[in-house]
């Protein structure tokens, strides 16, 4: 339904309204009103308002303080991003520690598993050895509470937030809530003790010099840093959104990335020139701990780019809010009141052929041969140190870059803080499972994806057949 309006109003420029399932309206705005969205202040289109109603988080987890919401996304936006090599070792020992287990060595024969539980485990798993660290994320009983919490939660937030109607939502998020709160207090058993004792030694390190403590590396050290006025109980909290904000949906992503590789055309090889890639840029267990291997996965980087692309996780994006009492004008002349919803159809642009050539054909190196290509070019014609358009061009094809026209981590100062981390960590889970793993094509066309509520869903019950590789 959105496809067939966004084709219709706009790819000509015009704005177009579309109900959710509660009937609740949207204002969805055309491509070329984008940048003018994403630039409007948070007192005059805000994007907080929007996610606490849309996921009915305001209802649903009535316990959890809101108020810190700022300070933990930009702590991740700093932190993530220039720790990766600090949390490269661990994170990748326990990838390649779940992808064993989960999957298996046995080098012999053929197994059958669910793709999506696969990505689900070690996503989940490798996720939380940067959320919480050591001991935790070794703990079965709290892996277990918190992946409870967290598809509850997730569950109940799609459902009420974007099916019941909207006037209904404060009744039903309230019953919901009994068992939301419930899993929550289950994970708060596990999580407050290591909080408060980690936040003890921290005070205590930055008020006695001789106290020798060596900080963990990992969201809940730097929660307890950034909200020094926070208790455990708020610092837990932002850790079980987090959870929830950013592990679904990496592994819906990843369950993507290999469902369009392994319905791609056997003959095109993409699977066996990934593993290429990942053989070269790893040719020792040593490789895997330097950051700077991860940046020469240029074709796994565009391969992950390409499915976010065609699939892109949420299907409206960069959900505002109008705040001013007396409306907003948007650009194309239209009045909105105050409390309206307006965003943009990020399935629809990112699959428009004025900005993607053939977006329907699945292109895993669409966007590492336009880098190739504008390379070779630069060294072909030269380039003077002054040039830049090239440079923003060669940068559009990554996969962490945001734009008007690519949408996946949503764009501007809203964009995704955790996206460097996600891209690594995807890169790292492919090019290990590809290097280390025979995978079976899915014969016949890719299975469909499935609307729920904004969320696009994947199939949750494909089995493949995988083996693990033989290595001379």
Avoid at 77 to 91: I, S, V, Y
Avoid at 93 to 100: A, F, P
Avoid at 236 to 265: C, E, G, Y
Wanted: aromatic residues 8%.
């Amino acid at each position: 339904m959105t496809d067939t309006v966004f084709l219709q109003f706009n790819r000509h420029g015009q704005p177009f309204v579309i109900l959710d399932p509660s009937g609740r309206p949207s204002v969805m705005l055309p491509k070329e009103h984008i940048r003018w969205l994403i630039d409007q202040p948070e007192d005059v289109l805000a994007d907080h308002a929007v996610t606490m109603e849309r996921l009915a988080l305001k209802y649903l987890t009535p316990k959890m303080d809101p108020t810190h919401i700022e300070s933990m996304i930009r702590t991740v936006k700093r932190e993530l991003g220039r720790n990766f090599g600090n949390t490269q070792a661990a994170l990748f020992n326990k990838l390649r520690e779940s992808i064993d287990a989960t999957i298996g060595l046995d080098e012999s024969s053929w197994r059958q598993v669910c793709l999506f539980q696969i990505m689900n485990t070690v996503v989940f798993q490798s996720s939380n050895t940067i959320l919480v660290g050591s001991p935790l994320c070794h703990n079965e009983k709290y892996l277990g509470s918190i992946g409870s919490f967290s598809t509850w939660l997730g569950m109940s937030a799609v459902i009420i937030g974007q099916y019941v109607p909207w006037f209904t939502a404060p009744l039903f998020g309230t019953l919901a809530s009994v068992a939301v709160n419930l899993y929550r207090r289950r994970c708060l058993k596990f999580l407050l003790p290591v909080v408060k004792e980690r936040m003890e030694k921290i005070k205590r390190k930055r008020s006695d010099p001789s106290f020798i403590y060596d900080e963990t590396k990992d969201v809940m050290t730097w929660l307890i840093i950034a909200l020094p006025n926070a208790s455990p109980t708020q610092v837990a909290d932002q850790i079980l959104f987090l959870t929830l904000a950013a592990i679904h949906s990496t592994i819906l992503t990843a369950t993507n990335v290999f469902l369009d590789l392994l319905t791609s055309p056997p003959h095109l090889s993409y699977y066996t020139l990934l593993r290429a890639e990942a053989s070269t840029v790893f040719p020792t267990a040593s490789s895997w701990l330097d950051s700077a291997s991860i940046t020469k996965l240029t074709h796994t980087d565009s391969t992950i780019r390409e499915s976010l692309r065609q699939n892109p996780t949420i299907a409206r994006m960069a959900m505002r809010q109008v705040v001013p009492k007396n409306g907003i004008t948007i650009p194309s002349g239209q009045h909105l009141p105050q409390g309206a919803w307006l965003g943009c159809s990020g399935l629809g642009v990112q699959n428009d052929e004025r900005f993607y050539v053939e977006p329907e054909r699945y292109d895993p190196f669409r966007f590492s041969k336009a880098r190739e290509e504008m390379a070779a070019a630069r060294e072909r014609d030269g380039v003077s140190g002054g040039e830049k358009i090239e440079e923003k061009k060669l940068d559009g094809a990554m996969l962490v870059t945001t734009s008007e026209s690519f949408l996946s981590f949503g764009h501007g100062r809203r964009a995704c803080p955790g996206r460097f981390f996600v891209a690594n960590q995807l890169k790292m889970l492919l090019a290990y499972i590809t290097l280390n793993y025979d995978m079976k094509p899915i014969p016949g066309r890719r299975p469909s994806n499935s609307a729920f509520g904004d969320s696009n869903v994947p199939n949750l019950v494909l089995e493949v057949s995988v083996r693990r590789r033989k290595v001379v």
